[in-house]
């Protein structure tokens, strides 16, 4: 390796040094969206259950509800958790 | 008065000595910078307490055994048990350990201290130590000016290292010295008095320096240099650990009683083990001898008998006084308790939870929590319904006939009395609190507080409405009446529903419930639009009271949405994952966020102090 590529690899292991709290940061919360995510679906299998066996009425609308809000909300999710797992991967 | 006494002679005494012997200052001044390198210790270590020290004392301090290690380990490493015990109560005091635990704690932390006389006679006195000090200062002060706070807090444990190893060296040099002129040994006390004497002069010297640890360097440095007896040495080690429950009482003084239980607890563990030290001390003195040589420690070895005797006598109190800890703890608990809990004064907020950021923060969540239990009554009472009502599965709109008993004060007379109280106390707090916060912790502060302004505005709002709904709630036209009912319906309902979810503990439950109050809330808003419509076109109701009804049903909406934003931030439990996402998953959809929003970012512009929550709000805003 020459002289010049060994101060530039060294200078990157000193900038990585200082970039760890962000990524450290970036990785916590993607680990929380993936969590919540797996949330929102596993709650979303069971209001689905739920409205299958409530059938007409207040209740069954308010489940259906649930569900097509519930449906938006993972898509959000899904989304946010993309854009965090693609910035972690341009660090 | 005694205080102030207390601090002339000691002035005065310090004074005369060092202008009548040179020996006596260079002591003195070894004794000083040993403190303040205890100072830089703790400074350097708090640097800590944002984030690892604290995930460490939560993750192992769930049972005794835990609690016991902890104390130990982490008095052994920061060499202090001063802040140990700060820490303790600061987590004491904010509910994050029991009793039990903090007591463990302290018993480990008994233990821990010990290590310091080993580290003191075994190195200290034997290599020229200040030699270590002087790169340990240097290197350690460069690393202390570092920005990063993680350098900068070992920067300062090093230079607090390297003030430590210097205070002992010329603790050391000048009893050495000392040693040729006066020869202290000769008012040396025999017998049983001579101990009781020593004891009273150790814990008396360690209430002053508001450290054993100097005490204990002073002793070894004094044995060393032969201007003490070994067993005047053993006592006054025994009344140091007396002396330094002194520090921990003088710690738990601003803090509530949970705080004073500890300290309570800790004063009575060591003056138990320094009685039993006194009493058995030639028990004790056989014991060190034959541990002494098992470890084969030479027979003029007197430090290092010191250090093995501060083991023994502490390790032998915790034995002794395990099995008591369950009894002393609900003893302790009957009788010290707090106050009875008063709606205008903050139930959880305490000096002592001020010492960490993470404890402060946990105590303004849960005095958030209690404003808004404050407001949930005010605005129950303001709607004519009893808190019990709203939150049984009893039929709301039965309840409605509006009950002019339950305003036994107006929610006007209300807010300033109790709201406002509590708010102030928070904001307060939270101001004084925030100092010390890395800019996470900044933000959840800053969102708690953002959750009492919107309870104490929902409370303002809602005395703006009281006159005409009082008004309507039996009289009055009956159009108007029925919409009034209406309206207070929709608060009592949404009170209903938020307590609801902040009896749910599953974070995807409590997500949907929320998204489910915010999209009923939009319904009622337009259902209230539609039926004001109809009325005025039928001309059931004036023009001039449609246009009060209106306003009062915006007052209303604003309201609903105070709380329902509030809940969102207090309702979440911390350790949620829904509180970690919470920023991009829980916004408000309401007409009235962006409103809203507008003025929170106004407000903020003027608090400078709080650029992290603007720089997160801005970038929601997309700049």
Not at chain 2, 390 to 406: H, N, R, T
Request: charged share 20%.
């Amino acid at each position: 390796m020459g002289r010049k590529k060994k101060i530039r690899s060294l200078l990157d292991a000193v900038g990585h040094l200082f970039e760890e709290r962000p990524k450290k940061k970036a990785l916590r919360r993607a680990a929380a969206f993936r969590e919540f995510l797996d949330q929102l679906r596993r709650r979303r299998a069971e209001l689905d259950a739920q409205a299958a066996e409530a059938g007409e009425g207040q209740q069954a609308n308010d489940l259906r509800e649930d569900l097509a809000v519930l449906d938006d909300e993972i898509h959000k999710a899904e989304r946010l958790l993309s854009k965090l797992e693609a910035d972690e991967g341009d660090r | 008065m005694l205080r102030r006494l207390l601090f002339a002679a000691i002035v005065l005494i310090l004074g005369w000595g060092m202008s009548a012997s040179d020996e006596f200052q260079t002591v003195a001044a070894g004794v000083a910078i040993f403190l303040f390198g205890m100072l830089f210790l703790e400074q350097g270590f708090s640097a800590f307490t944002g984030g690892p020290l604290e995930r460490v004392l939560g993750r192992f301090t769930s049972t005794l055994p835990g609690s016991l290690t902890f104390g130990v380990v982490s008095t052994s490493v920061m060499q202090s048990s001063s802040l140990v015990s700060v820490l303790t109560i600061s987590f004491l005091s904010a509910g994050l350990i029991g009793l039990t635990e903090g007591v463990g704690i302290i018993l480990g932390a008994n233990i821990g201290t010990t290590t310091g006389a080993w580290l003191m006679a075994g190195f200290g006195m034997k290599v020229t130590i200040s030699a270590y000090a002087m790169p340990m200062l240097v290197f350690g002060l460069f690393f202390s000016m570092q920005k990063r706070k993680g350098l900068s807090g070992f920067g300062y444990v090093l230079a607090g290292i390297g003030f430590l190893f210097l205070g002992i060296h010329y603790m050391k040099e000048g009893f050495e010295v000392l040693q040729a002129s006066v020869d202290l040994m000769k008012y040396a006390m025999p017998g049983f008095t001579g101990l009781l004497v020593y004891a009273g002069l150790g814990a008396g010297a360690t209430v002053v320096m508001q450290s054993s640890h100097a005490t204990l360097m002073l002793i070894i440095a004094a044995l060393a240099a032969g201007q003490i007896g070994y067993e005047s040495a053993l006592a006054l080690a025994i009344g140091a650990n007396v002396g330094t429950t002194v520090t921990a009482a003088l710690g738990a003084l601003g803090s509530n009683a949970a705080g004073r239980r500890l300290a309570a607890a800790h004063f009575v563990f060591n003056l138990v083990t320094g009685a039993l030290a006194i009493a058995c001390i030639g028990w004790f003195k056989s014991g060190v001898e034959s541990i002494s040589g098992w470890i084969g420690l030479a027979p003029d070895n007197w430090t290092l008998r010191l250090a093995v005797f501060h083991t023994l006598f502490n390790g032998v109190g915790v034995l002794v006084m395990l099995p008591f800890v369950g009894k002393l703890v609900r003893l302790l608990e009957t009788r010290l308790e707090d106050p009875p809990p008063d709606a205008k004064t903050p139930l959880h907020l305490n000096e002592a939870a001020l010492k960490l950021p993470a404890t402060a923060l946990e105590v303004l969540f849960r005095e958030a929590e209690h404003l808004y239990d404050q407001v949930f009554r005010i605005l129950a009472h303001g709607v004519g319904v009893k808190r019990g009502d709203i939150l049984s599965q009893a039929d709301l709109e039965a309840m409605l006939d509006f009950d002019p008993s339950l305003l036994t004060e107006s929610v006007l007379d209300a807010y300033y009395q109790r709201v406002k109280t509590l708010y102030s106390a928070i904001v307060e707090f939270s101001g004084r609190a925030q100092g010390e916060m890395a800019p996470e912790q900044l933000d959840e502060l800053v969102a708690i507080r953002r959750a009492c302004r919107h309870l104490a505005r929902a409370v303002k709002t809602m005395t703006s409405v009281m006159p005409n709904l009082e008004a309507h709630a039996r009289g009055g036209d009956p159009a108007a009446r029925a919409q009034y009912k209406e309206l207070r319906l929709h608060i009592a309902r949404t009170l209903r529903r938020l307590y609801a979810i902040k009896a749910t503990e599953d974070p995807a439950q409590q997500f949907v419930a929320f998204q489910r109050l915010s999209r009923r809330a939009k319904r009622r808003d337009a259902l209230s639009d539609e039926a004001m419509e109809s009325l005025m076109r039928a001309g059931a109701i004036s023009s001039a009271a449609a246009t009060t009804l209106m306003n009062d049903w915006d007052a209303a909406r604003e309201v609903v949405h105070l709380l329902r934003k509030a809940a969102q931030i207090v309702f979440v439990p911390r350790h949620s994952v829904l509180h970690s996402v919470a920023d991009e998953m829980l916004t408000d959809a309401s007409p009235h966020a962006s409103y809203t929003d507008t003025l929170e970012l106004e407000r903020f512009v003027s608090d400078a102090s709080l650029t992290g929550e603007l720089r997160r709000i801005k970038g929601s805003k997309g700049g």
